[in-house]
């Protein structure tokens, strides 16, 4: 497993939330002279994804993510997009999140098995990441937190080879494995089966530095050629146009990553049948899992330092709901299995003894992924430096 692959899968992931964020309240807005207290504005739907962006690319908060570790669990990691969604005026129920983070993941693991290449999925990300500066290109401060991480993935993953790429992605996909959530625009689209799994295509663009498909060479031990064979494929393959920048400015070429919603159309989605079954392998054991506290209290000191706006007064901030209707909403709530749900917990970097023992009770009852040798030493480290945030 990488030790590199969170960054990529906290920010992609995250992208996929602001698109779907974005075109959810463009859909809600109403025009500010005319919108009730509890109704959506352009002016809110600004504040919510500058407040989001804000945090997202908070610059402690990317210093500890871009240190070498191992990938949070399932759980782990949405609790943190809870608290991420949370991070504004705007509120999702219980099942508008789960809604909200089926997309997600959906979304990335279709990007991750459609990269050409392994190293294609630093485009992706600079896809995501191009996408979200044009969120608040007109607050320069949040852009230049963006631009940082930007600077900082440059740095970090463009002297990589493709094994350490090859690792990252097979990382991800290990990750993604057992989730198939049907969603209406790639089932719509024919990319999706109706299990919930991807039909990848035979045809297209080859990756950068290869050739099309078709011809057998036989050398010599000199290296000579002495012999070619041609063949006939199934696929109809084309040599690709150019490789994508890997710079913070430039055209990526690949389009995977880039915003799919900006032409509106409704999204749903759906367990599928494979994914209903999963009720074993969720609840792995009853007993708690000792390394689970460590997860827990570096998530409380991590997210406790977020800055989150709080409404102001009684007010518990605006309501989005992902579905059509609220009684489709109620619904999804009460249809979804419980194996599949993830109940929103709000942490605190609180040291008050009853709360500790409260998470603590709470996250060691989570999914946490095995540790190399030395990480429980590594985790203590990153303990104390979240205290700063």
Partial sequence: MSARTLPLLFLNLGGEMLYILDQRLRAQSIPGEKARKDEWTDVDRKRVMNDIITTMFNKKFMEELFKPQDLYSKKALRTVYDRLAHASIMRLNQASMDKLYDLMTMAFKYQVLLCPRPRDIMLVTFNHLDAIKDFISDSPGILNQVDETFRRLIETYNCLSDGEFQLIRQ???????????????????????????????????????????????????KGMEVKRAEF???????????????????????????????VTRPVETHMSGSSKNLTSQAKESIAPNPLAKEELNFLARLLGGLDIQKPAGGDTGFRLNLFTTDEEEEHAAQTRPEELSYKVINIEATQEPGRRAELSRILGELEVTEPRPGSAEKGEDLLALMDGL
């Fill in 171 to 221: 990382t991800l996909l290990i990750f993604f494995q057992d989730m198939h959530i049907r969603v209406s625009i790639f089932l719509k689209d024919k990319v999706q089966n109706s299990n919930g799994r991807f039909v990848l295509p035979i045809s297209g663009p080859v990756p950068v530095g290869t050739e099309v498909p078709g011809l057998i060479r036989i050398f010599n031990h």
């Fill in 232 to 262: 006939t494929t199934a696929g109809n393959y084309i040599t690709p146009q150019r490789e994508g920048s890997f710079e913070l400015y430039g055209d990526r070429v690949l389009k995977l990553g880039t915003n799919m919603y900006s």
